[in-house]
């Protein structure tokens, strides 16, 4: 992977199971990439060998190319993102992810937190897709998260009960060895979900 022409930045990571379950949801995977410019990703997902292997191995796939709005923290020790010059105000879908590693000793006070601090999250309107990520079950986590717009986003981070609850706690136990928060526009995809468009006017043909 790291010598992938025009990628800069990358990350191989598993799943869990659903609603945030750290369990690992063995049947999904994900790979986070940062790339020098969109012609080079463009190259690796029409035609590159190691995407075709993924492609043999799995029964489906699908990609969001996203250019960043804001990323603040450190992922092992720098922030990878670049706020982009080009966002498209005419599309009002937000893609959001959190990352971070947990202290050791707050594992089980963090996991047990969990539930009470989605609570709003799930049947809610304005989310379209969560699913739990990371590189280390258990102690290095990732949210990935999309919505119908900022307005359906904020109202969830900074009004419903539990995740405002959860961002006390944060500053309080001060849980985390590393965190990162970061907010994309979605502006193409490629592939489905479990059959879907998620992002039915973002999507294009693939080149085979």
């Known amino acids: 992977m790291g010598k992938v022409p025009g990628m800069e930045f ?10 945030f379950n750290p369990r690992p949801d063995w049947s999904v995977y994900v790979i986070l990439q ?4 969109e012609d080079s990703a463009q190259n690796y997902f029409a035609s590159h060998q190691l995407f075709k292997k993924y492609q043999n191995v799995a029964q489906e796939h699908w990609v969001i190319f996203c250019r960043n709005r804001i990323a603040r923290g450190e992922w092992d020790g720098v922030n990878p993102f670049r706020r982009s010059k080009t966002i498209n105000k005419a599309i009002p879908y937000v893609v959001a992810l959190t990352r971070a590693t947990i202290k050791t000793k707050l594992l ?20 379209l897709y969560t699913k739990g990520v990371g590189e280390v079950p258990f102690k290095q986590m990732a949210t990935l998260s999309i919505w119908k717009d900022e307005r359906s986003l904020n109202a969830f981070a900074y009004q419903s009960r539990g995740h405002v609850s959860a961002i006390g706690k944060t500053r309080d136990l001060d849980w985390y060895h590393e965190e990162l928060f970061a907010r994309f526009q979605p502006f193409k995809t490629l592939g489905s979900w479990n059959g879907h468009q998620l992002l039915p006017e973002l999507a294009i043909l693939e080149t085979t």
């Open 34 to 37: 940062i790339w020098d410019n």
């Open 10 to 19: 990358y990350k191989l990571m598993g799943t869990g199971k659903a609603q």
């Open 108 to 127: 089980r006070t963090f996991w047990k937190f969990v539930p009470k601090s989605q609570t709003h999250l799930w049947n809610n309107d304005g989310l």
